[in-house]
């Protein structure tokens, strides 16, 4: 079965980095493209990055544009998410995706001095 499982989460100041994992398992991860989702509570998930299947195009929204950035390791099954220059509005559970159906539990992130 499908499995993702997100980690490297965690408390940064403003100003900080963090690196996020999302280790898969159970399909044919290098046929895939892959998301990297966010939500806070009361609002919706936000798209925030998505990467080809290959790795060689990478979209972003607006408000993460130029400060993260999204990867893959197809040998080792695993997307990241790169993540600098923190705000306090990136504080938010982060979420990723495969196929707009499966999802991993989350890894929070709280960016707060």
């Known amino acids: 079965q499908v499995q993702l499982v997100e980690s490297g989460g965690g408390l940064v100041q403003p100003g900080g980095s963090l690196r996020l994992s999302c280790a898969a398992s159970?399909?044919?991860?290098?046929?895939?493209?892959m998301r990297w989702y966010r939500q806070t509570p009361g609002k919706a998930r936000e798209l925030v990055a998505t990467?080809?299947?290959?790795?060689?195009?990478?979209t972003y929204a607006d408000s993460v544009k130029g400060r993260f950035t999204i990867s893959r390791d197809n040998a080792k099954n695993t997307m990241y998410l790169q993540m600098n220059s923190l705000k306090p509005d990136d504080t938010a559970m982060y979420y990723c995706?495969?196929?707009?159906?499966?999802w991993g539990q989350g890894t929070q992130v709280t960016v707060s001095s």
């Open positions: 990467i080809s299947s290959s790795g060689g195009v990478a």
């Open positions: 995706n495969v196929r707009d159906y499966y």
């Open positions: 159970g399909f044919t991860f290098s046929s895939y493209a």
